[in-house]
């Protein structure tokens, strides 16, 4: 059965976000959609949630379809109540005395603890609020739930956890999933959508078969237009070379036979589809400058602690050389920030126990990209690298961030924006050894894929923290475990994976 019936459906916000898009979402649809920053994919979830307007096209809904529509962040207004009452809200009134006991099954359903139901939301922790949201939204016992970004925040227990639930909905529920997780992708839908300025692509496959389809029809479109121009081409030679016989013959046949020679040309031409180049958020650039020493950071049994002094688990001996990109596995709360934040305090000079060799040049960014100064501009963001005016400006266009945007403070700039902002922060530092903490965050699929490239394809060392399944398998060459209050070396990350997904 049909849920949403879309045809040509077309939105434009300054500039076109997709066109003619045409799609049917049924029951049991698990749709993931998939487009980089600032593509559409969350004012289409609006349009199909009836809270935006497309510019053109129409969405028809099944009649008395309900809807659950859990967006990036909580409302202002909802901040102030407690997980458990905003969860409770979304009942209807005339149920809440009878039927308030459905908030404690689906909270249990959601694995919530009970301290944290009482909590108000503008205490918790991002990923926290998101839950609080998505059992606002089951609650009302919906047939389509269209979840935006619904890992942000999240680390790998509690995606697993979400991935689980996902599977054990109704299989007649619909589920339309936004999406710059690849392997939760891969999990969870049966449908990928590719959203674009037009011709939008839909398969029915999850992401990862999806994208090898999408990369096959996109080269099929290349020679098919590169067919289709090479054909005009010929016909343009024959009819240069009838008109020029034509003419010295003075023969009318040959000059008819010339102009629909060039007319089919034409036509050709006009029918001719260029094949689909996707416009990047921004490009993202790395580099390495290199070093000739051995081991850039050294561990020599480092007790690593909380920042109130309880021991958290000892390193053991352990170096990074030119060329490792170490992966820092370790669940939540043992202390992977913590061993970040050590040796980036050594190579600040600001912590001794954490050897590092004199010629490493550090490249630095956090989960919050705390490197970044909301109250700045991107000009003065990159200003301290003596780049120039044009340069810096040409430098930040290329990054996703627009002449317009270059003087507005950055808590302006989307998540994305500041993302790309702080990978080009980083490449101006001409770094030889990268400590990243959650890079992912804000990045669509482009810019990890970007990120991914960069990393390996110049070599660089790094320390990173990631909870992106797919960037810690296709970056990481060593992987360090805190596993039993130690730090212990594992050929590869599946052994945590599995752990923590359960």
Same mark, same amino acid.
């Given at each position: 059965?049909?849920?949403f019936?879309?045809?040509n459906?077309?939105v434009?916000l300054g *500039?076109?976000?997709?066109s003619?898009?045409s799609?049917?979402?049924?029951?049991?649809?698990?749709?993931g959609?998939?487009?980089a920053n600032g593509r559409g994919?969350t004012?289409?979830?609006?349009?199909?949630?009836?809270? #935006?307007e497309?510019?053109?096209?129409?969405i028809?809904?099944a009649?008395?379809?309900?809807?659950? =529509?859990? #967006?990036?962040?909580?409302?202002?207004?909802?901040?102030?109540?407690?997980?458990y009452?905003?969860?409770l809200?979304?009942?209807?009134?005339?149920q809440v005395?009878?039927?308030?006991?459905?908030v404690?099954?689906?909270l249990?359903?959601?694995?919530?603890?009970?301290?944290?139901q009482?909590?108000?939301?503008?205490?918790?922790?991002?990923?926290?609020?998101?839950?609080a949201?998505l059992?606002?939204a089951w609650?009302?016992?919906? $047939?389509?739930?269209l979840? *935006?970004e619904?890992?942000?925040?999240l680390d790998? =227990?509690?995606?697993?956890?979400l991935?689980t639930w996902?599977?054990n909905l109704?299989?007649?529920?619909?589920v339309?999933?936004?999406? =710059?997780?690849?392997a939760?992708?891969?999990?969870?839908?049966?449908?990928t959508?590719f959203?674009r300025?037009?011709?939008?692509?839909?398969f029915a496959?999850?992401?990862?078969h999806?994208?090898?389809?999408?990369d096959?029809?996109?080269?099929?479109?290349?020679r098919?237009f590169a067919?289709d121009l090479n054909? #005009?081409s010929q016909?343009?030679?024959?009819?240069?070379k009838?008109? %020029?016989?034509?003419?010295?013959?003075?023969s $009318?046949?040959?000059i008819t036979k010339?102009?629909?020679?060039?007319?089919?040309a034409a036509?050709?031409e006009?029918?001719?589809?260029?094949a689909h180049?996707?416009?990047?958020a921004g490009?993202?650039?790395l580099?390495n400058?290199?070093?000739?020493?051995?081991? +850039?950071?050294?561990?020599?049994?480092?007790?690593?602690?909380?920042p109130?002094?309880?021991?958290?688990? $000892?390193?053991?001996?352990k170096?990074?050389?030119?060329g490792?990109?170490?992966?820092?596995?370790?669940? %939540?709360?043992?202390?992977?920030?913590?061993?970040?934040?050590m040796?980036?305090?050594a190579?600040?000079g600001?912590e001794?126990?954490?050897?590092? #060799?004199?010629?490493?040049?550090?490249?630095?960014?956090d989960?919050?990209?705390?490197?970044l100064s *909301?109250t700045?501009?991107?000009?003065?963001?990159v200003?301290?690298?003596g780049?120039?005016?044009q340069r810096?400006?040409?430098?930040?266009?290329?990054?996703?961030v627009?002449?317009q945007m270059?003087?507005?403070a950055?808590?302006k700039?989307s998540?994305g924006?500041?993302?790309?902002l702080?990978?080009l922060v980083?490449?101006?530092?001409?770094p %030889?050894?990268y400590?990243?903490d959650?890079?992912t965050? =804000?990045?669509?699929?482009?810019?990890?894929?970007a990120l991914?490239?960069?990393l390996?394809?110049? *070599?660089?060392?790094?320390?990173?923290?990631?909870?992106d399944?797919s960037f810690?398998?296709n970056?990481? %060459?060593?992987f360090?475990w805190?596993?039993?209050?130690r +730090?212990?070396?594992?050929?590869?990350p599946?052994?945590?994976?599995?752990?923590?997904?359960g």
């Open positions: 059965m049909s849920l019936n879309i045809q459906l077309s434009t *500039d076109p976000l997709f003619d898009l799609l049917t979402i049924s029951k049991g649809d698990r749709l959609l998939v487009a994919k004012t289409l979830l609006g349009c199909l949630s009836g809270e #935006a497309p510019t053109s096209g129409e028809t809904r009649r008395g379809l309900r809807i659950g =529509h859990v #967006a990036q962040y909580v409302p202002e207004a909802d901040l102030d109540l407690t997980l009452d905003k969860v809200a979304a009942l209807p009134p005339e005395d009878f039927e308030s006991w459905r404690d099954v689906v249990d359903e959601l694995s919530v603890p009970y301290d944290l009482q909590s108000p939301l503008r205490a918790l922790s991002g990923g926290w609020q998101r839950t949201m059992a606002a609650i009302t016992q919906p $047939d389509v739930l979840l *935006d619904p890992t942000n925040h790998l =227990h509690r995606i697993a956890l991935e996902l599977g109704p299989r007649d529920v619909a339309v999933i936004t999406s =710059h997780d690849r939760f992708l891969d999990t969870t839908t049966n449908r959508l959203l300025e037009t011709s939008s692509r839909d496959v999850p992401f990862s999806a994208r090898a389809a999408l096959e029809a996109d080269a099929a479109d290349e098919r067919n054909k #005009a016909l343009r030679k024959q009819a240069a009838l008109k %020029n016989i034509g003419i010295n013959s003075g $009318d046949l040959l010339t102009k629909q020679l060039t007319e089919r036509k050709i006009a029918a001719a589809k260029p180049r996707e416009k990047g490009d993202i650039k580099g400058s290199g070093t000739h020493a051995k081991a +850039l950071v050294t561990l020599d049994d480092i007790k690593v602690n909380t109130d002094g309880r021991w958290l688990y $000892d390193t053991g001996a170096w990074i050389t030119p490792d990109r170490v992966v820092l596995l370790g669940a %939540n709360g043992t202390g992977k920030t913590q061993l970040v934040e040796v980036h305090r190579l600040t600001r001794s126990h954490v050897k590092s #060799a004199p010629s490493v040049t550090m490249g630095y960014s989960q919050h990209l705390s490197q *909301d700045d501009t991107p000009m003065q963001a200003g301290g690298f780049l120039g005016d810096a400006r040409g430098l930040l266009a290329g990054a996703g627009t002449i270059q003087d507005t950055l808590g700039l998540g924006q500041k993302a790309r702080a990978m980083l490449r101006l530092q001409h %030889n050894f400590l990243l959650e890079p965050n =804000h990045l669509d699929i482009e810019g990890q894929e991914e490239d960069e390996t394809r110049h *070599d660089a060392a790094c320390l990173l923290v990631s909870h399944r810690v398998r970056v990481g %060459n060593r360090w805190i596993d039993r209050r +730090l212990v070396e594992v050929e590869d599946e052994a945590f994976f599995k752990g923590q997904m």
